[in-house]
């Protein structure tokens, strides 16, 4: 006797989790070295034996076990991880534009500054969970918000950086770092706060 699931269950889990989608884990208990619960990853196939292999954004490919590991879809209006990512793209763009109107001489004394965006842009989509990277999307720009807090607490190069960035997050969603200052994304402008009020 075997544990393999039958063919008619392998074609299930093929037509439930078709490559591409997008999974978060909840707990991989039989496994010695688990994949971290509430870790992101997406399905590239789903093999003969029923196993789901999922390529994880924290860099790892291991499969999941329906019936063994505990898993579920994120549908795609609220993988907040990937709008997230997204934006610090946009934002690194509008960066990259303004470097460009600079002297090196200038670009030298923003030494910190640039490493610290680009730091930030890399590693920070690795660092956050759903809920924190939704509570990032409601800046307009977090990878300013983020850079700024990574320069604040960054103590040496020896340390892991995406651990520095999981601190500095939980820092900014906390309510630890005052944020205030920072332009919330959809904030209305005083002209439409007085088109409001007039209405």
Not at 8 to 17: H, S, W
Not at 55 to 63: E, I, Q, T, Y
Not at 111 to 119: Q, T
Not at 124 to 151: G, I, T, Y
Request: hydrophobic share 35%; proline share 6%; charged share 25%.
């Amino acid at each position: 006797m075997n544990n393999f699931p039958s063919r008619e269950t392998v074609e299930r889990y093929k037509k439930q989790y078709p490559a591409g989608t997008t999974v978060m884990l909840d707990a991989m208990p039989d496994d010695p070295y688990p994949v971290p619960s509430g870790t992101l990853g997406t399905v590239t196939d789903v093999d003969d034996a029923g196993q789901i292999h999922i390529r994880w954004r924290n860099g790892r490919s291991l499969a999941v076990i329906p019936g063994h590991d505990s898993f579920h879809v994120v549908q795609p209006e609220q993988d907040f991880v990937s709008q997230l990512a997204e934006r610090l793209e946009q934002n690194l763009s509008e960066y990259r534009a303004a470097w460009l109107q600079k002297t090196p001489e200038q670009l030298i004394g923003m030494a910190d500054v640039i490493c610290a965006v680009s730091m930030t842009a890399e590693h920070l989509p690795n660092s956050v969970n759903l809920q924190q990277a939704e509570h990032l999307l409601h800046f307009k720009n977090p990878l300013d918000v983020m850079s700024d807090c990574w320069r604040e607490t960054h103590l040496t190069d020896d340390v892991f950086q995406q651990e520095e960035f999981s601190i500095c997050v939980e820092n900014i969603t906390e309510g630890l770092n005052d944020a205030s200052e920072y332009e919330l994304e959809n904030e209305p402008d005083e002209t439409e706060e007085m088109e409001v009020k007039l209405t």
